[in-house]
């Protein structure tokens, strides 16, 4: 069979030779002790990438967000976020589970969330009403596909929590996808959120790992929180390496993982018809739909042919582009996916 192509996540991406150099060679000490100097150096120069007083290494970006909640949050708070928020919907309930927090969820613009929804959504500020306790956003969503919300949005957001004395928590999983693809600087996200965390082993290609940040007081109690998440490592230095491998290597070529999204979309928008909008691809996620026919049905038949992808609801099919994947690639995956829909169309 040809080589598979697999844009089912951008998780699914290997470490390069260049990658497990770093990893093999890393400088490594004690993490819990503070002495490992490899994560020192990654969770410095993302501090000062983002204009923040400090950075904490965990080994999942689920880890971050709950440790970043607990420590910013009155137990039994509520957040709110949009209704398919990554928090919300794949979490297995580790917001209520861990940090001891509900959701109050709310229906964005592809996952984007807006002040005056937010506005709309809390309660009032007294006994008996649930306390809020912080509002999230993602950047980029996930199931709103890899849409950008934004400085503009994102800071109307920040005025209304402000307005609340509570924290705006940005799930930036894949912050900078919107960063190559606005041109923003790190440190302008930095200056919105009150923390903010973001994968490495999502469009980054790292094999593990996320890194939280905020001030130098709210990360100390996250640290707190990530240890009782089970979450301290000692030689951690070897996975941090490649977190470091990755902010020096894969950053600017996200616009080829946008580039090649944008390719597939054009090619099956031009071959089926308005299954998917171009034009709503803004990074590296191509949401197409599959009309009456069940996603499932065409994921298995498109596997067959060496294409691999994913199901994200009865009739919504999602391809998410990333370093291991090439033009060439994408065009057959696209190929695939219109013979495909053509079939029943």
Not at 122 to 133: N, S
Not at 220 to 244: K, N, S
Not at 280 to 305: F, I, K, L, W
Request: charged residues 20%; negative net charge; hydrophobic residues 45%.
């Amino acid at each position: 069979m040809t080589n598979l192509v697999d844009l089912r996540s951008d998780t699914v991406t290997r470490p390069g030779d260049g990658m497990r150099h770093a990893m093999a060679t890393a400088d490594v000490g004690d993490d819990v002790f503070g002495e490992d100097p490899t994560v020192r150096a990654l969770e410095e120069r993302v501090a000062t990438l983002f204009g923040r007083q400090a950075a904490m290494f965990t080994a999942s970006g689920l880890m971050a967000t709950q440790a970043l909640l607990a420590a910013t949050c009155p137990r039994g708070s509520e957040i709110i976020c949009e209704s398919n928020a990554h928090l919300a919907a794949y979490e297995s309930g580790a917001v209520a589970i861990l940090a001891n927090l509900q959701t109050r969820t709310v229906d964005g613009d592809r996952g984007r969330l807006d002040a005056t929804a937010v506005s709309a959504a809390m309660r009032p500020p007294m006994f008996p009403a649930t306390q809020l306790g912080a509002i999230s956003v993602e950047e980029t969503t996930n199931r709103g596909g890899g849409a950008i919300h934004g400085l503009s949005r994102l800071r109307k957001i920040r005025e209304v929590a402000d307005g609340r004395s509570v924290p705006l928590h940005v799930d930036g999983a894949r912050i900078f996808n919107a960063i190559v693809a606005t041109g923003v600087a790190p440190a302008a996200y930095g200056a919105i959120a009150s923390v903010l965390s973001f994968c490495l082993s999502k469009g980054l290609g790292a094999p593990v790992g996320s890194v939280a940040v905020g001030d130098a007081d709210v990360m100390g109690e996250a640290r707190r929180w990530r240890r009782r998440l089970g979450g301290d490592m000692r030689q951690a230095g070897v996975l941090a390496a490649a977190g470091i491998y990755a902010l020096d290597h894969h950053v600017d070529r996200l616009a080829d993982d946008h580039a090649n999204a944008r390719a597939i979309a054009d090619r099956i928008a031009s071959a089926v018809g308005d299954v998917v909008e171009p034009d709503d691809v803004a990074t590296n996620m191509v949401y197409v739909s599959t009309g009456s026919r069940p996603a499932a049905e065409v994921v298995r038949q498109v596997s067959d042919h060496g294409v691999l992808i994913g199901a994200m609801d009865t009739h919504l099919l999602r391809l998410v582009t990333h370093l291991d994947v090439d033009a060439a690639d994408c065009r057959r995956a696209a190929d695939v996916v219109i013979k495909a829909l053509s079939a029943t169309a």
